[in-house]
């Protein structure tokens, strides 16, 4: 299986132009459980199906206090 990994460029337009400052930020909040990024030759690359099961995660997670 192969495993497909996006830039922190793309990861930022994902989430709408997000700053570095806000993704470090989700980088370092272990409460949130963001993945971790491979870090190859200075640059960090996320697996992009890590990053589909936090997003499905966090989807539930505000689906679940929306109900309570």
Not at 1 to 7: C, G, N, S
């Given at each position: 299986?192969?495993?497909?990994?996006?830039?922190r460029?793309?990861?930022?337009?994902?989430?709408g132009?997000?700053?570095?400052?806000?993704l470090?930020r989700?980088?370092?909040?272990?409460?949130?459980?963001?993945?971790r990024?491979?870090?190859?030759?200075?640059?960090?690359?996320?697996?992009?199906?890590e990053?589909?099961?936090?997003?499905?995660?966090?989807?539930?997670?505000?689906?679940?206090?929306?109900?309570?």
């Open positions: 299986m192969h495993r497909h990994y996006i830039t460029k793309a990861l930022r337009a994902r989430y132009g997000i700053s570095e400052m806000t470090w989700w980088e370092h909040d272990e409460k949130l459980g963001f993945p990024a491979l870090e190859i030759n200075g640059r960090k690359y996320y697996d992009l199906s990053i589909e099961k936090f997003e499905r995660t966090q989807a539930e997670f505000a689906a679940r206090k929306r109900m309570a």
